[in-house]
Each structure stands twice: as structure tokens, then as C-alpha cells.
Nanobody
Framework: QVQLVESGGGLVQAGGSLRLSCAASGRTLSSNAMGWFRQAPGKEREFVGATTWSTGNAYYTYYADSVKGRFTISRDNAKNTMYLQMNSLKPEDTAVYYC?????????????????????WGQGTQVTVSS
């Protein structure tokens, strides 16, 4: 059974930075898609970014337009961990952030921004950005 545990959330002022971690256990996920989603109060869960495995031991990365240029996803396969570096944070980034992983490698034709592509989810970590 795969477990995902997020950490690194907290309270930060606008313009500040945070780094979220998503540690996986139960199996190695190096060739699986992993993504970040967030949900603000009263809103639906939305896609933040994702990485999918590519041949040649590389990854494709995807970002929502709202975070492009400010957020960066990375993976450390030796630690079975994915990170989300968040810079230039804005109050509208306030949300519970969830990491997710697919059960198997995601096809290139599939859109990693869809929550339906993921089989495993973490419990979430709160990020609050004050103005």
C-alpha cells in the first residue's frame, strides 16, 4: 500500500517562499506520475503541477498558469520524495496542498492535471499566505 505524506506547509507573508515535500512509502514511484493539487475554502480542488516519467530517465513537468514561473517541482528518487518550491507567494495561493501519485506510468497522451489520473493521495498540508 502506497502512502504519501506532505510536509512543509505553514504561514508566510506575501512574497515569501515555502517548500513542500511529499514523501512516498510502500513502493518506488520513480516512473510514476506525481502531482500537486490544492483546495481553498469553498473552492474545488485544482491542479498545481505534476511530473511524469519520460524515457531516458527524465521527466516532463507541467504547471498551472497561475503558478508558472513561481513554483517548481522536483523529485529525489533516492528518497522517493517530490518537492514543490513555492516562491513569490500570493494570498490567493492559500489552500490545503495535496500530493498525488499514479499507480503506473502515465501515458504521454493523458493530461496529468486531471485528478482522475491519480490513485494515491496524501492527507494535505495547509499553506497560508498573509497580505
Amino acid at each position: 500500500q502506497v502512502q504519501l505524506v506532505e510536509s512543509g506547509g505553514g504561514l508566510v507573508q506575501a512574497g515569501g517562499s515555502l517548500r513542500l515535500s511529499c514523501a512516498a512509502s510502500g513502493r518506488t514511484l520513480s516512473s510514476n506520475a506525481m502531482g500537486w493539487f490544492r483546495q481553498a475554502p469553498g473552492k474545488e480542488r485544482e491542479f498545481v503541477g505534476a511530473t511524469t516519467w519520460s524515457t531516458g530517465n527524465a521527466y516532463y513537468t507541467y504547471y498551472a498558469d497561475s503558478v508558472k514561473g513561481r513554483f517548481t517541482i522536483s523529485r529525489d528518487n533516492a528518497k522517493n520524495t517530490m518537492y514543490l518550491q513555492m516562491n513569490s507567494l500570493k494570498p490567493e495561493d492559500t489552500a490545503v496542498y495535496y500530493c498525488a501519485a499514479s499507480r503506473s506510468p502515465m501515458r504521454r497522451s493523458n493530461w496529468p492535471g486531471s485528478s482522475h489520473e491519480y490513485d494515491y493521495w496524501g492527507q494535505g498540508t495547509q499553506v497560508t499566505v498573509s497580505s
